[in-house]
């Protein structure tokens, strides 16, 4: 069965540095397309980055410079290493498999919450 | 970079069908994906590349595209289909995609 379950949320001050974990259990990371889409309280969904197979990254407008992907596939998770946070970075974060297939698993997201 | 544009709700009742469209310039080169999310869920798949459905959607979730718009339609709505529904296009260089933003569907 394909779980995603994120960890690494919570309150940060504006400015501070933050990890969210990804752990995956079901399939293999490293063969699949892996992304981060983050919801800001009561607005819509953002497609924030995605991870190829292959390793490359890439990133949304709003976010590039400052959040970095990571993968460890010998833990099968995935991590956002988010730098340099502001006010409108705050949101749930979901961890989510697919691309031309769809976003066919999510997690069940984490809160990150940037405020001084 | 582009826009995808939703209608930010409709209203239907039960039994009768919902047309939800998402509309944008690229359109007639990308698929469209459609999740539905409701409050304090994850969002779900339920219409991939235009009009496939996954295994377990219901039949009266169906996608068609014609131009530069793509409509989610569900027939025979049902309480139950009273959601949040998003678009999606992945750019296809699988490099970034963009969201539409949301149509709030409400049964009456």
């Known amino acids: 069965e394909v779980q995603l379950v994120e960890s690494g949320g919570g309150l940060i001050q504006p400015g501070g540095s933050l990890r969210l974990s990804c752990a995956a259990s079901g399939f293999t990371v490293s063969s699949d397309y892996m992304n981060w889409v983050r919801q800001a309280p009561g607005k819509g969904l953002e497609w924030v980055s995605v991870?190829?197979?292959?390793?490359?990254?890439y990133y949304g407008a709003s976010v590039k410079g400052r959040f970095t992907v990571s993968r460890d596939n010998s833990k099968n998770t995935v991590y956002l290493q988010m730098n340099s946070l502001r006010a409108e970075d705050t949101a749930v974060y979901f961890c989510?498999?697919?691309?031309?297939?769809?976003?066919?698993?999510w997690g069940q997201g984490t809160l990150v919450t940037v405020s001084s | 970079s582009y826009e995808l544009t939703q209608p930010p709700s409709v209203s239907v009742s039960p039994g009768q069908t919902a047309r939800i469209t998402c509309s944008g310039d690229v359109l007639p080169k990308q698929y469209i994906y459609w999740y539905q999310q409701k409050p304090g869920q994850a969002p779900i798949l339920v219409i991939y590349k235009d009009n496939k459905r996954p295994s377990g959607i219901p039949e009266r979730f169906s996608g068609s595209s014609s131009g530069t718009t793509v409509t989610l339609t569900i027939s025979g709505v049902q309480a139950e289909d009273e959601a949040a529904y998003y678009c999606?296009?992945?750019?296809?260089?699988?490099?970034?995609?963009?969201f539409g933003g949301g149509t709030k569907l409400t049964v009456l």
């Open positions: 999606h296009s992945p750019h296809t260089s699988g490099t970034y995609g963009v």
């Open positions: 991870t190829l197979s292959g390793g490359n990254s």
């Open positions: 989510v498999r697919g691309w031309w297939e769809g976003f066919d698993y």
